[in-house]
């Protein structure tokens, strides 16, 4: 493929990635550039506006939403690591604006445009097998947004089955929220911890010896809890592992 | 009309005139009104059916069989008999098996009354509305329903609605023709049978004996209404049923 | 009823704590989510249902007002009663009222939420008048002086055990050293007390699923077939519905019951769905010799053209009370009010105020699951982000939340001034954490660390790495 062919993708690092883990960030885009894309990074790009969005703050939404619909229309696509933040951009922007008016127009293409990395290698790019090697009995955690506002189930389980030694074992309750939500884990820390318990002995009964998911989020706050409670179960994003960036500490791991 | 008493109450009224008025509000302007006036009107006479599963197309003998499967999931009993005259000795038999005594009320109907109840002479049966020391009862459905295994029985002095749910067995006989496949279809047997916009006072979808969850989400026959549903499928094409003589 | 939304949080807290609790919350899943899955599977064309279903009652929605005209006429025309109710009170007083009128000394009551709304039972024993509850739920939770805790199952949050203590306190004059192990002898017992109590009673109180414009009929759905008994033996039979429960047609009532049951309970239908038109005709020989419906608005004519309509298509399955974690964590009391889960969370702030029930559209992830399960495909995340829009405006957000956001957002707009704070914030985080790659408690964010560790950045930013990255070519 000639490098003018290529489509340009504009990669949304999203801010838990940008701040914890870098690495989710590198391994997305080697994934992009495997699957024959040319990514760039928009260097002003901060928030998606989720905070202010479930807070009930339209108006800040709102403006947030206006900048990154600005920095973000020029790419050919535009590629979250996070359920989320994609479904923030690709469900909800549209939703800020009155139907009709130029902004709707534009987030309604950016939408159109707008994918979570997973599904968007699936699915746009019809990449099958990333030739990445995992020798390892994993689980896999369904985060809600993804799941349920983008339809994210098939294409994660697809493409781990084809890395090389890969074992999948399925949890119970796969797709019942771990407690996270954004600001509701510290709104209501209590039940976001019974919520997350569950979650964890999912985790743990299902034998795998690696936990993975595509949210950051869900990520931090089950490998919290699981650490807390003195547990070995290695916590990885999903893109880590495709990508074959496996070699770098787990989440709240060091190699010291 | 029993009791043709007015209103025992005033003043409901203005209630009602503001409520409405509230609404019409909300969705309607003058122009709008008679649009939508009409839409409703047409709704209600025309009362078009919406999506009907298809899963009870079919002959008779699906529609039975069907019905038959999801009773007998919903924990009731079924038998087919092909002649009328079979029914007394299923109803003594059913007693018999359930260490139950041989005695039954059921209402006027003729169906049921004009039964051979001479062939079963230790069964003593006796019409009228259901009292509280009856065991069992027994019925007639006016129709029943492939779709989800469901009876459909209407009240009257042919089959008064006590005996639907007062004693613990419950008998309920229906014709193997009377079997639709949906509750549209009964719901037009109905107009048919009754006149358009008129239900009888009470009518009955019963789709297994009574049952409760309530203690720990465990399943418990017999709550209120029956524990025991026996339903006789009068059916002249049944093989099952064919004369014992 | 008095609420106690406001004390959401503990509540929570309270609940979660109580062993008797979790045990009983811990059938919730295994109980309802299961068998919703396997019934809405077992039938090809469910998804379409819940189309259908929304449509229908959308329909109704815009066209309430000629609905309600035309159920009232069949009514008056089948000979039965019509009444209407503003308010709470009001509903009250024409229960009572009619109760008085036939000098009514207990009343048997068939399961029904707006009664629980309304209040009607402490108005009818303010008026000297018993109420009992029939629905074994509800006759247990009325035992104890509870309120129920779910729509379709008021007991789910008991054992066994209490109920049987509850059973052997109030039925005292049965024999003390009869056995009651099993749930079903619970059941016979209740049965065989509430046997004579709906013989003795003098009236009937039911709620309702539907009202049927078409016909004039009022419609019930249970399983125990307890409120067959209590519209039918009495002499006056009443059905207290709220006025969104009008559908046009039989066809269209036949469509939200083929989704009731499989969405509630799993089954393809309930065990009893019952329609009812008018008083006892000539000849009957049972059923009630009158009939009244008091239709109920109590500030839902409120909701019909805001962006909560929605709400007013519920049909009170319960599936998404079953589906939601938070339910299945909390259950319906710490709620506060009648209505719990996620329906709760947006249906009491419009009864009761946002300002007295504002916790209950925050406590929630926006999992989703409740919007996927609900039959009549209610957007009710998109709904509690509503009430959290409204009380942003009207400054109910917890100030904590507000100032932080406010922060956040301050930042957001400066992205030289965010990628750097974010980068202090990777290092520091990072130089805290050491060895361990993980703290265990971090100024700011004690709600997150008093549960859990908080994962370690690995000290670069994305951001950062990147720009070093493209400088190197
Ligand atoms: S909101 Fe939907 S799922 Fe919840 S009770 Fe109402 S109809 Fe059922």
Redesign the pocket.
């Known amino acids: 493929m000639s490098e003018k062919r290529k489509p340009r993708v504009g990669l949304f690092v999203t801010c838990l990635v940008d701040t914890f883990r870098p690495s989710v960030g590198l391994a997305t885009v080697k994934l992009l550039e495997l699957a024959g894309c040319k990514v760039e990074v928009p260097e002003k790009q901060t928030c998606c506006a989720q905070p202010a969005f479930n807070s009930g703050d339209s108006k800040s939404t709102r403006k947030i939403a206006t900048n990154v619909i600005k920095m973000f229309e020029q790419y050919d696509y535009v590629v979250v690591p996070s359920g989320s933040c994609a479904a923030m951009i690709k469900i909800h922007y549209p939703e800020l604006f009155t139907e009709g008016s130029g902004f709707r127009t534009r987030a309604d293409e950016l939408a159109d445009k707008t994918y979570e990395l997973v599904s968007f290698l699936s699915d746009v790019m019809k990449l099958k097998d990333t030739g990445a090697q995992f020798g390892r009995k994993v689980t896999y955690h369904d985060s809600c947004s993804g799941l349920r506002e983008l339809k994210i189930h098939k294409q994660p389980r697809a493409l781990l089955s084809k890395v090389d030694g890969l074992h999948l074992e399925e949890m119970a309750d796969a797709d019942v929220c771990c407690g996270f939500g954004g600001t509701f884990c510290v709104k209501y820390p209590d039940i976001s911890n019974d919520m997350v318990t569950k979650k964890a002995a999912n985790v743990t009964n299902s034998g795998a010896e690696v936990l993975l998911a595509g949210d950051l989020g869900c990520l931090l706050n089950i490998a919290g809890k699981l650490q807390r409670e003195g547990s070995e179960i290695e916590i990885r994003h999903i893109a880590e592992v495709l990508a074959g960036e496996t070699h770098i500490p787990a989440i709240g791991e060091t190699d010291q | 009309m029993a009791n043709p008493r007015g209103p025992i109450l005033s003043g409901d009224q203005d209630v009602r005139d503001a409520l409405l008025t509230k609404i019409r509000r909300t969705q309607a302007t003058d122009k709008l009104d008679a649009k939508r006036r009409q839409a409703v009107q047409e709704r209600l006479s025309n009362h078009p059916r919406n999506i009907v599963p298809k899963r009870s197309d079919g002959n008779v003998d699906h529609k039975v069989a069907l019905f038959t499967k999801l009773m007998t999931a919903a924990d009731a009993t079924v038998e087919e008999v092909s002649m009328p005259s079979q029914i007394p000795r299923a109803v003594a038999e059913f007693l018999r098996a359930h260490n139950l005594p041989q005695r039954i009320r059921f209402g006027k109907d003729p169906a049921l009354t004009g039964l051979a109840w001479d062939q079963t002479p230790s069964l003593e049966v006796s019409d009228g509305r259901a009292r509280v020391s009856d065991e069992t009862s027994m019925g007639r459905a006016f129709a029943a329903v492939a779709e989800s295994g469901t009876l459909v029985m209407t009240s009257g002095q042919d089959n008064p609605t006590t005996l639907n749910f007062l004693p613990e067995n419950h008998v309920v006989v229906v014709e193997a023709n009377r079997i639709w496949g949906s509750y549209e279809d009964v719901w037009d047997e109905i107009r048919h049978h009754y006149g358009d916009t008129v239900m009888p006072r009470t009518v009955n979808l019963i789709s297994g004996p009574s049952r409760t969850g309530d203690i720990e989400q465990r399943l418990e026959l017999g709550a209120h209404g029956p524990k025991r549903l026996h339903i006789i499928i009068l059916n002249s094409a049944s093989k099952a049923g064919s004369p014992k003589e | 009823m008095e609420s106690t939304s406001r004390k959401f949080s503990s509540n929570a807290r309270e609940a979660l704590g109580d062993s008797q609790l979790q045990r009983a919350l811990s059938n919730v899943p295994s109980g309802f989510v299961n068998k919703r899955a396997k019934a809405a599977a077992a039938l090809p064309e469910f998804e379409d249902l819940r189309d259908k279903g929304r449509d229908i009652k959308n329909h109704v929605l815009e066209h309430l007002d000629l609905y309600l005209e035309a159920y009232e006429r069949r009514v008056i025309e089948a000979g039965g009663h019509v009444h209407w109710a503003a308010s709470a009170a009001d509903a009250q007083r024409i229960i009572t009222e009619i109760c008085q009128a036939h000098g009514a000394k207990t009343v048997t009551k068939g399961k029904s939420m707006i009664s629980e709304e309304a209040g009607i039972n402490a108005a009818l024993e303010r008026a000297g008048i018993t109420p009992i509850e029939t629905d074994l739920g509800e006759y247990i939770v009325q035992m104890r002086g509870e309120t129920p805790s779910h729509?379709i199952a008021p007991a789910v949050h008991l054992n066994k055990d209490q109920i049987e203590a509850d059973f052997r306190r109030v039925h005292d004059h049965l024999p003390k050293d009869r056995v009651l192990e099993e749930p079903a002898s619970l059941v016979r017992e209740a049965r065989e007390v509430l046997r004579s109590k709906y013989l003795a009673a003098d009236i009937g109180i039911t709620g309702a699923n539907f009202l049927i414009a078409e016909t004039g009929t009022s419609v019930i759905v249970t399983n125990e077939g307890n409120g067959d008994l209590t519209q039918n033996l009495p002499k006056v039979h009443i059905a207290l519905a709220s006025i969104e429960k009008i559908v046009p047609t039989l066809e269209d009532a036949s469509t939200l019951i083929r989704?009731?049951a499989r969405?509630?309970t799993g089954q393809e239908i309930s065990t009893y769905t019952t329609f009812s038109t008018g008083p006892r005709r000539l000849g009957d020989l049972d059923g009630p010799n009158e009939y009244h419906v008091v239709l109920l608005d109590n500030g839902r004519s409120d909701m019909i053209g805001t962006e909560f309509q929605d709400?007013l298509?519920?049909?009170?399955?319960?599936?998404?009370?079953?589906?939601c974690p938070v339910y299945q964590a909390v259950g319906g009391h710490a709620y506060g009010w009648v209505y719990s889960?996620?329906?709760g969370s947006?249906?009491t702030p419009s009864l009761i105020g946002v300002d007295e029930a504002g916790h209950l559209p925050n406590a929630s992830t926006f999992c989703g699951r409740?919007?996927e399960?609900?039959?009549?495909?209610?957007p009710?995340p998109k709904m509690m982000r509503h009430w959290r829009e409204r009380e942003f405006e009207k400054h109910l957000t917890a100030k904590s939340i507000r100032s932080g956001l406010k922060v956040w957002n301050w930042f957001v707009a400066r992205p030289e001034l965010y990628h750097r704070v974010s980068g202090l914030a990777a290092k520091f985080i990072k130089a805290r954490a050491g060895k361990r790659g993980r703290v265990s408690n971090l100024p700011f964010a004690g709600g997150w660390t008093k549960h859990r560790d908080l994962p370690s950045p690995q000290g670069k930013t994305f951001q950062a790495i990147w720009k070093e990255r493209q400088k190197n070519g």
């Open positions: 729509l989704l009731l969405s509630a709400m298509r519920c049909i009170r399955c319960g599936a998404c009370l079953n589906h889960g996620p329906m947006v249906l409740c919007e399960v609900c039959p009549m495909r209610i009710l």
